[in-house]
């Protein structure tokens, strides 16, 4: 049994699981501390996981009828992510290897984000998943496309160059003056919208026929133009959100159909806070299905920040011989 442990950012998440199933998640997050702020402020972030991290750990548990005795490995996300908060799971996850003494294995926050796609459902990751696959990572931190070739080689293939998705919708919210997190908040405004919004927000570095690179700073800084120009009323900011919303989906769908054509990946896998979106959702499921191609999307719950992706990333990588030592350091 592998213990799951995520802090990279504003989640304190805890979770065991074995084999490819995960027996329990626990995941409590500080971001009504930092809504007033219009984003994670680190230092907040830092002190909620040292705070909650012991209780949720004991939670997780409790949820999944262990105890700490049945834990076999230990799990965590090495990075990226805030330093401050990496810390504090990295010091309980090696207490924890410590005084059990057993392994430790360090897990990379973005990979994990792509493993999540494979959780759930009436099979066990390790048969879901199969080789070579495409990844897609939309979160606030990250907007990445890789190419999974096996479960300790994933290459970056085309990744933001400035601002990623989730980060983009924050801070178009935070122009609209919606409140922290964007995404939600966008989303339930753009379905108050009916119709086509009649605007065309850019869609960054589409042009170049190989790149796989994105852009959304572009989309950003067009949707604070148009807003200052019109009547700020609330239906510019559903018009603006639906827009918006249509604009961010159609670039990463149409990235993604590049990559499956330039490696002819017959799998699709993706996770991240953004993919909680229905019509990004949606977009992908389209795709997959035009292009003949297996989708995994991540469930709702295993969307955001969770350590059940960390936990079983981990146990995959223990078994084909990973593993850390008390010398593991954080990697921001
Ligand atoms: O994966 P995540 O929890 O944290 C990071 O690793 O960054 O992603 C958080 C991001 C935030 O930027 C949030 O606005 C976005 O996911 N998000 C959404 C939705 N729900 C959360 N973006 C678009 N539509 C949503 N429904
Ligand atoms: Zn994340």
Redesign the pocket.
Known sequence: MTLGIET????TSVSLADKGMVLSNIVSSSVHLHSAYGGVIPEIASRYHSEYIFSIFSQALKRASKNAEDIELVAVTKGP?LPGSLLVGMAFAKAISYSLDVPIVGVD?VHA?LVSGFIGGLDPTPVRMRFPFLGLA?????TSIYYCKSIDDFELIGRTKDD????A??KV?KVLELG?????V??KKAAEWAGSAGIEFPRALLDKTRALDFSFSGVKTAVLYYWQKSGKKEEDVTRICSAF?ES?ADTVVRKVKRALKTTKAKMLAA????L???L?RERLSLLAEASGVEIFLAEKEY???NAAMVAILGELLYNIGCKDDLFLKIAP
């Open positions: 990279s950012c504003d989640e992510g926050h984000h939309v979160s606030g931190g990250h990623a998705a989730g980060e919708f924050d919210a922290y997190p964007g995404g939600p966008i989303e919303q961010v996770g991240g806070g953004v909680n979106n229905g990004l969307c955001a920040d």
